[in-house]
């Protein structure tokens, strides 16, 4: 792999995961061979969290707050607000929940590997 380079107005932005969020790949999960993936993820305007339970079967994941806010409930440390430049790094397996996001949340996340499963899970 050599140097990769991408620009913002490259790739656009797609629905995913979640409903209520927009994501836009960064191209990681592909020079790395799915070993990592790396999305800039967005709120939709007017679209709201649904505040489930779940974990990712996955082996690490960090996220840095780019601009706005969001509520998350994690059960080790209860609830939190992050705001922009906060940063996350978030244990495998962790249950948790996203409670609510300003409309102007913008983040990046990066996960290993790039694929991982979300599990709906009870409460703690």
């Known amino acids: 792999m050599g140097t990769v380079i991408r620009h913002a107005d490259q ?4 629905r995913g995961l979640r409903a209520f969020f927009e994501y836009r790949d960064l191209g990681v999960a592909g020079e790395t061979k ?3 993936g790396a999305h800039v993820i967005r709120a939709i305007p007017g679209e709201h969290a649904q505040p489930q339970w779940h974990l990712h079967k996955l082996d690490f994941q960090f ?3 780019l ?3 969001v509520r998350f409930e994690y059960e ?3 609830e939190v607000e992050l705001r ?4 996350v790094l978030q244990p495998p397996m962790i249950r948790h929940r996203e409670i609510a996001h ?8 990066i996960t290993s590997p790039a694929e991982f499963e979300t599990e709906l ?3 703690p």
């Open 11 to 14: 790739d656009g932005f797609t």
């Open 67 to 69: 601009k706005g806010w």
């Open 34 to 36: 799915g070993g990592y």
């Open 102 to 109: 300003s409309d102007d949340l913008e983040l990046i996340e």
């Open 121 to 123: 899970v009870a409460a």
């Open 84 to 87: 922009a430049g906060t940063t």
């Open 63 to 65: 996220v840095v707050v």
């Open 76 to 78: 080790d440390i209860g």
